[in-house]
């Protein structure tokens, strides 16, 4: 058995073919590995790794599926430490962001969050972050760990008119998240943990301070998978023993350890985008059903601005989900048809994977936009098959509340 | 559950239990971990001639796909019909009930001894 190669082209051999749908596509060569502050608790925890842009990260403990279901159910821990963590202060600070991102965010309330996009002049998406106003003039940006020198770069040039400081913190803070409905009843429980407020009143996309043994710790109610949960981000010397007391916390509640072969499910039945899958340079966020991020009605100018006015060609390709029945998923890079016998491809899948949750194949593709509309049938070639599969609204899954 | 230092094996890591003129195919447990959870198998059509070397059949995780070879020429002479229904004997028990077909041959080419294979794969 070898896997089959043309499903994972950025791999050529079968212990990081079986991961390759979870590492981005300009993941760094394996030479300069890199390892979580908790990596230790991992190998301990008896965790298979993966590159993931650079770093060599959980992708599964023992089963994806069963770490999958557990997030669904019961609650997931995740070691998001390779992520990175730019923080931008200064008087400048919300004007700045307002022209160096695609939204608006000297509005933003203090310890909010905003799903944001940095631009490149052309209208194509350099990163998708998060952005916490963590104090008056103070922002962190959390951007993607393969995109963390190149949105460290954007914010540095776009700061040199600005009184502010961009500067990369990503070694220094670590990141946690728990997600599934048991996490908030998990944070509670967990020693050591405390939150300035009520994490039973903080709503979604709001963040509280707080402090583990005495150290600072941010607490977002943010995640990647669908499901309630929250992020912790906390000085690297303390992430092991909150990592730590975290698991002992959620004990009860079979809180499990998750790898980033699950965190890729979840997020795809949750309907989210993955940099260099569904977003790239040469994708405008209109295109990726991202227009809504890109706030044209703020009265300044921002990097991407006019590109982002003049929006894609009509005959640009859009992001849909895709429906299949059966069990052969239709996976990154397939081709999608508008008929059995088409001779030229109309649609290229992003992510594909047969859903944990729903129990049929899933995925979201680049399509023609005459074959956007919901409900409309087309083909996948699933390795020389013609699999049809149908045009769906994201997303996939949405939690019962 | 076959007695692992007994079986032969292919650098496509697949076990072969020879019995006679019967060949008992499989993955080994190092290609199901690497794959992780299995949740789609298909295999050749029972009466099928196959070539050594050439893919019969997919093993599909969450993750991944990974190609069937069949390790000798010959006709598949049975097909495990738990393994279709309930993909994760693979990881389970891949050296037992996540055996994949049963293959006749008339001849053996030549494959990796346990050691040889557990060379391969560094264990």
Redesign the interface.
Same mark, same amino acid.
Do not use: E, F, G, W
């Given at each position: 058995?070898? %896997?089959?190669t043309a499903?994972?082209p950025s791999s050529d051999s =079968? %212990?990081n +073919?079986?991961?390759?749908?979870?590492a981005p596509s300009n993941a760094a060569p394996a030479t300069d590995e890199r390892f979580s502050p908790l990596h230790q608790a991992h190998v301990d925890a008896g965790a298979?790794f993966t590159d993931f842009a650079g770093w060599q990260m959980p992708?599964?403990y023992s089963?994806? =599926?069963?770490e999958?279901h557990a997030v669904r159910t019961s609650a997931g821990i995740f070691d998001l430490s390779h992520m990175a963590e730019i923080t931008v202060s200064g008087p400048d600070a919300g004007a700045f962001l307002d022209y160096a991102l695609a939204g608006k965010l000297s509005t933003i309330d203090l310890l909010q969050a905003k799903y944001s996009l940095i631009l490149n002049p052309a209208g194509g998406i350099i990163d998708d972050i998060v952005v916490y106003r963590t104090n008056e003039k103070d922002y962190l940006v959390v951007a993607n760990a393969g995109n963390r020198v190149q949105a460290v770069q954007a914010l540095s040039a776009r700061a040199v008119r600005f009184d502010v400081e961009v500067t990369d913190q990503s070694d220094d803070v670590a990141l946690i998240a728990v997600q599934g409905p048991a996490s908030r009843a998990i944070l509670e429980a967990t020693a050591g943990l405390t939150v300035d407020g009520e994490l039973s009143e903080l709503k979604y996309y709001r963040a509280l301070g707080g402090t583990f043994r005495g150290g600072d710790v941010l607490i977002a109610r943010t995640g990647y998978t669908g499901e309630d949960g929250f992020e912790l981000y906390i000085d690297v010397p303390a992430a092991a023993a909150l990592w730590d007391a975290l698991c002992a916390a959620g004990e009860p509640f079979d809180l499990v350890p998750a790898g980033l072969?699950s965190r890729?499910?979840l997020r795809l039945e949750a309907g989210m985008p993955l940099y260099g899958h569904e977003l790239s340079l040469s994708t405008y966020p209109a295109q990726a059903g991202l227009g809504r991020v890109v706030n044209l009605a703020k009265e300044t100018d921002f990097i991407g601005r006019s590109a982002s006015e003049e929006g894609p060609s009509a005959d640009a390709r859009v992001l849909v989900g895709l429906a299949a029945a059966g069990?052969? +998923?239709g996976?990154a890079d397939y081709l999608v048809f508008r008929s059995s016998d088409a001779p030229v491809a109309e649609g290229v899948i992003t992510s594909g994977?047969?859903s %944990?949750t729903l129990g049929h194949p899933i995925a979201m593709a680049y399509v023609a936009p005459s074959l956007a509309r919901q409900g409309t049938e087309v083909f996948v070639d699933v390795?020389g098959t013609r699999i049809p599969a149908t045009v769906t609204q994201l997303p996939f899954y949405k939690r019962q509340k | 559950m076959a007695d692992k230092t007994e079986l032969l094996y292919t650098a496509e890591h697949e076990w072969v239990l020879v019995d006679g003129d019967t060949a008992l195919v499989g993955i080994t447990a190092y290609a199901a971990d690497k794959l992780g959870d299995v949740v789609f198998v298909e295999l050749p059509a029972v009466g099928s001639s196959v070539a050594a070397g050439t893919v019969v059949g997919e093993i599909e995780s969450t993750k991944s796909v990974g190609e069937l070879f069949a390790p000798v020429n010959g006709t598949v002479l049975e097909t495990n019909d738990s393994v279709v229904a309930s993909p994760e004997l693979v990881n389970s028990d891949p050296f037992g009930a996540g055996w994949l077909l049963k293959v006749t041959f008339t001849e053996l080419p030549t494959l990796l001894s346990y050691s040889e294979y557990s060379a391969l794969v560094g264990e």
């Open positions: 058995m070898t %896997p089959d499903a994972h =079968l %212990p +073919a079986v991961t390759s749908n979870a298979s992708v599964r089963s994806d =599926l069963a999958h072969a890729d499910t069990k052969r +998923a996976r994977a047969l %944990p390795r | -």
